[in-house]
């Protein structure tokens, strides 16, 4: 039998709640984690995960999330260097093996790409939804 995806998600931004939101619709074990209690409060009634107030930056706050049995991680702070950061450490400390960080910056994306890290890029994401939609050729030399 599958094993059941175990979750964590770190900042309950509006991408972060949300995402959190889907996955536990869907049925993953989901652990939403910010530090602020209100931005978790924000996922309202229909969040069917754990919630813990604390800095996802910490090992400690993230082993006591279960990190060790995460097999997803998701870093969705509003900061792409501490993104980098919680994406690192569950990486290459708790060995998570499907790390997601959100970043803008265009040199961090690369760093986590040249590291086998995913990140989650907005404006990218956006980019190819715009040529999806539209079938207008892309110029240049694209990525």
């Keep these: 039998m ?27 074990d989901v652990i939403a984690v910010d530090m602020q209690e209100d931005a978790l409060d924000e996922l309202g009634p ?12 910490s090992a400690q706050a993230l082993e006591e999330c279960g990190v060790r049995e995460a097999t997803h991680l998701v870093a969705a702070t509003g ?10 450490l569950a990486s290459e400390v708790f060995g998570v093996r ?7 910056d265009e040199a961090l994306v690369q760093i986590l ?11 990218r994401v956006c980019e190819e939804e715009f040529f999806s939609l ?7 030399e694209g990525r």
Excluded at 7 to 25: E, K, N, Q
Excluded at 80 to 86: R, V, W
Excluded at 113 to 123: A, F, K, L, N, V
């Design 79 to 88: 900061d792409d260097a501490t993104n980098l950061l919680i994406a690192e």
């Design 2 to 28: 599958a094993r059941r995806a175990r979750i964590i998600v770190v900042g309950c931004s509006t991408f972060g709640a949300g995402v959190a939101l889907a996955l536990s619709a869907g049925g993953g």
């Design 113 to 123: 790409e040249d590291r086998g890290i995913s990140p989650i890029c907005p404006h």
């Design 98 to 104: 499907h790390v997601l960080p959100l970043v803008e």
């Design 46 to 57: 229909d969040f069917d995960g754990e919630t813990f107030t604390g800095d996802g930056r």
């Design 134 to 140: 539209t079938g207008l050729a892309r110029g240049g």
